[in-house]
């Protein structure tokens, strides 16, 4: 069981920035393409970004966060994080890390961590 902690939530004005991390348990983390949800009051869980396993080498954006998230890894540390520029009120959710062990197709979730985006 693998177990995953976001950090790095609050509130902010907009075009602020904030830089979410994920951290980690366990051995095989750089074996895990890696990515981050979100998901707003009413809406349903939404991909934001995510990232390969390995080195990350491929990231994949959400249309609506390319230019303005940027997503990356350091699998010395068993962390994932995730920096966000450019923040809008649309941007405020609940944000998770998931981890998705693609040889046993388990996928693994933290439990969130909120980000508002209000003046």
């Known amino acids: 069981q693998v177990q995953l902690v976001e950090f790095g939530g609050g509130l902010v004005q907009p075009g602020g920035s904030l830089r979410l991390s994920c951290a980690a348990s366990g051995s095989r983390f750089s074996l895990y393409t890696m990515g981050w949800y979100r998901q707003a009051p009413g809406q349903q869980r939404e991909l934001v970004a995510t990232i390969s396993s390995g080195s990350g080498g491929s990231t994949n954006y959400a249309d609506s966060v390319k230019g303005r998230f940027t997503i990356s890894r350091d699998n010395a540390k068993n962390k994932m994080y995730l920096q966000m520029d450019n923040l809008k009120p649309e941007d405020t959710a609940v944000y998770y890390c998931?981890?998705?062990?693609?040889?046993?197709?388990?996928?693994?979730w933290g439990q969130g961590t909120q980000v508002t985006v209000s003046s």
């Open positions: 998931n981890a998705f062990d693609r040889p046993i197709t388990t996928s693994y």
